[in-house]
């Protein structure tokens, strides 16, 4: 069955720390893997998206690493900011387009003064 | 550049009706796709148009239905309400075919089932 994990569920840190999001999957064939950015009340924003030969994807802070090996995406976050409170949610697409789109259930990040 | 646009932002219906969502994608974007999201079961994909063609669907009954007009602006319907489809329902647009390419996503129409 086509999954994807994304963990921990909640992470709560102090503002100017660095943390790491995962996300493992199990959907194949593998087409990309984005990583998207929802603000509570807002529509998510992507933030990378990374197909099979693509290691490491940057967007400023953001940092979205890829082992297709394994399966195992991370998205570090460096020099945690308040506005980066939000939920990160991990989606994976198969070689069937939309058809095999499947969304993780996402990370809810707290960045404390 | 305007960004995705959807109205109404919050809808209130009861069993039974039908609801129409509007969507209006980026200049110059073709592809709209549609995604239901809620608590339990996070974001789902609804389905997608290009071109004024339905080219993606997710696994969602029949009540649920979309068009695409020649201006790429779209519309989602969902007939025969059920509780279970409180929820906000998302747009986004895409200058190609999704899923290849960048979405960029309204901020959801927010529809609770009484």
């Known amino acids: 069955k086509n999954q994807v994990e994304q963990s921990p569920q909640s992470l709560i840190i102090l503002e100017g720390k660095n943390c790491t999001l995962q996300c493992n999957y199990t959907v194949s064939p593998f087409s990309n893997l984005r990583w998207y950015k929802q603000d509570t009340g807002r529509g998510p924003v992507s933030l990378t998206i990374?197909?099979?030969?693509?290691n490491t994807k940057s967007n400023g802070r953001y940092t979205a690493t890829l082992d297709a090996d394994t399966k195992q995406s991370s998205l570090h976050i460096t020099a945690s900011q308040l506005s980066d409170s939000a939920s990160y949610i991990c989606?994976?697409?198969?070689?069937?387009?939309?058809?095999?789109?499947?969304f993780g259930q996402g990370t809810r990040l707290t960045i404390n003064p | 550049k305007a960004g995705v646009t959807q109205t109404p932002r919050y809808l209130i219906k009861t069993r039974g009706q039908q609801v129409t969502l509007s969507c209006s994608p980026i200049?110059?974007?073709?592809?709209v796709s549609w995604y239901q999201q809620t608590p339990g079961q996070g974001l789902q994909f609804l389905f997608e148009y290009f071109s004024e063609t339905q080219r993606n669907k997710g696994n969602f009954p029949g009540r649920f239905s979309g068009r695409q007009f020649s201006n790429s602006r779209s519309e989602m319907n969902v007939s025969t309400l059920e509780l279970g489809d409180s929820a906000l329902y998302l747009c986004?647009?895409?200058?190609?075919?999704?899923?290849?390419?960048?979405?960029?996503f309204g901020p959801g129409t927010r529809l609770l089932v009484l």
């Open positions: 986004a647009s895409s200058k190609g075919q999704f899923p290849m390419g960048t979405q960029y």
């Open positions: 200049s110059g974007h073709r592809s």
């Open positions: 990374m197909t099979f030969s693509e």
């Open positions: 989606v994976v697409s198969g070689d069937q387009g939309a058809q095999k789109l499947v």
